[in-house]
């Protein structure tokens, strides 16, 4: 019933919220500081109230009323507080915020917050030296080639530190634009393989598909650092967004599998589909990979917990066919599964850190543990001596190495979401019936949306 009379009042709900919409204002008349953090509020008093604030957000609506979005730390946890102002209340804030912060405001403006740039220019130096030197003197037909690796590799460092070196580079902005530089190559070799089709593969070297592989690496690291500092995403999300992406793109290869042990197409079209699906799969990725992240707060722990367990899925299918008839697998069982088992990785790993904020050391932690207990199930298979077993037994002890990450990781309570909008689709929703609290059978609803106040 509540679904019901909440999709009966959504017109004019969103009616409502045209005519009085909220939108944030700065503490401060200048327009600077948009965010109050705990060391501002600890200096200036500002909000003596709240000892234990974490940051503050002031929303103004329809002008004729204000609220702070507060985050408080309560003993360790994270609790989110809304805070009802006056007009005269908030002037007074503005007013005192302008008057104290002064010069504070203008080193507060200064200071950027440069956590990641350090990751991100690892990672562009080693990514330009293993891959875009060559991929570069391949698609321009260098004929040394040496001089691409080396002029990459330099200039993958030096580049990107220019750029970024009165700019601000978060762990969020250096996780996604790393996962760009990365990803991005495949994903211009799917679209090399889209339009070229078999013709990418004819040529004694592929220099389209190299060549698109670097254009879109560097666009999608470029577009990956903007998109992530304009937005301000934190390194969890960026992660989560990442990983699912990957999966996403995953998937599509799968489907292609999938579809070519049913079908079975000439090369030319077979090389259209695969690219075709991967990209597909791959935006997707992002989509879902969004969705996902809107749901709870993601730390870097979480996302590296919600990427192992992802694996486990996808890989489990392989293994247990593997073991029961390795010499008769069927593509396209084996494909369909593993995209099932895929989601259902995914979705246990968001449920595993639902509630909780996994350290960067846990994340670790639980990649290592993985890793070596796939070792010590790969040399109790070597003692075994079976075909079979290769694949259950490593298997086996990367879950129980990853148990036992689990058993030692020390997560903190999960820092509330700055989200209170929840949409819940249900596709099945007209065909399925309910009864509602008068008695009437109705269809479920295909949507809902509800708002935390």
């Known amino acids: 019933m509540r679904s019901i009379l909440l999709i009966m009042i959504l017109p004019f709900l969103l009616l409502a919220q045209s005519s009085g919409q909220e939108r944030q204002v700065s503490f401060d008349t200048t327009g600077t500081v948009w965010i109050l953090t705990a060391d501002l509020n600890r200096q200036h008093q500002l909000l003596p109230d709240l000892p ?8 103004v609506v329809a002008d004729t009323s204000y609220y702070l979005d507060a985050i408080l730390d309560e003993g360790g946890s994270r609790l989110r507080r809304r805070i009802d102002l006056t ?8 007013l005192r915020s302008s008057a104290v912060l002064g010069q504070a405001v203008a080193a507060y403006d200064t200071e950027l917050d440069q956590s990641g740039r350090t ?9 330009s030296l293993l891959y875009y030197g060559t991929a570069t003197g391949v698609a321009l037909d260098v004929s040394e080639p040496a001089v691409p690796i080396l002029l990459a590799g330099g200039l993958g460092y030096l580049v990107p530190a220019l750029l970024t070196n009165n700019a601000p580079v978060t762990e969020g902005a250096a996780s996604l634009a790393l996962g760009g530089m990365f990803q991005g190559t495949i994903h211009g070799w799917a679209l090399a393989a889209l339009v070229a089709g078999e013709d990418l593969f004819d040529a004694e070297t592929p220099r389209l598909g190299f060549g698109l592989s670097v254009l879109t690496g560097i666009g999608e690291t470029i577009a990956g650092y903007a998109v992530a500092t304009s937005s301000n995403m934190s390194e969890g999300r960026a992660g989560v967004i990442n990983t699912t992406a990957f999966y996403g793109l995953v998937c599509g290869g799968l489907t ?11 090369s030319d079209v077979a090389a259209r589909v695969v690219g075709g699906l991967a990209l597909a799969g791959a935006a997707g990725g992002v989509i879902a990979g969004n969705a996902v992240a809107d749901g709870q707060h993601y730390s870097s722990g979480d996302a590296s917990m919600y990427g192992i367990t992802g694996f486990f899925g996808a890989t489990l299918p392989w293994v247990v066919l593997a073991t029961v008839q390795p010499d008769d697998l069927s593509a ?8 099932a088992t895929t989601i259902g990785g995914l979705w246990i790993g968001d449920q595993l850190v639902r509630g909780k904020d996994y350290r960067t050391t846990d994340g670790t932690i639980s990649v290592l543990s993985l890793l070596g207990g796939g070792l010590i199930g790969l040399g109790i298979a070597e003692l075994v001596d079976s075909d079979r077993a290769y694949s259950a037994l490593t298997y086996a002890g990367a879950v129980g190495g990853f148990a036992i990450s689990l058993a030692m990781a020390k997560p903190a309570a999960e820092t509330k979401s700055m989200s209170a909008l929840e949409v819940n689709v249900n596709p099945l929703g007209p065909i399925m019936l309910q009864r509602d609290a008068f008695g009437i059978t109705r269809p479920a609803p ?6 935390r106040f």
Request: hydrophobic fraction near 55%.
């Open 119 to 127: 990751a991100l220019l690892w990672g562009s130096t080693i990514w």
């Open 446 to 451: 295909f949507a809902t949306m509800r708002y």
């Open 256 to 266: 292609s599998a999938a579809i070519f042990d049913q079908v079975e197409p000439s």
């Open 87 to 94: 007009v005269d209340a908030a002037r007074d804030l503005r």
């Open 52 to 59: 234990t604030l974490v940051e503050a957000r002031l929303f």
């Open 332 to 339: 396209t069982l084996v494909s369909s599964l593993s995209i």
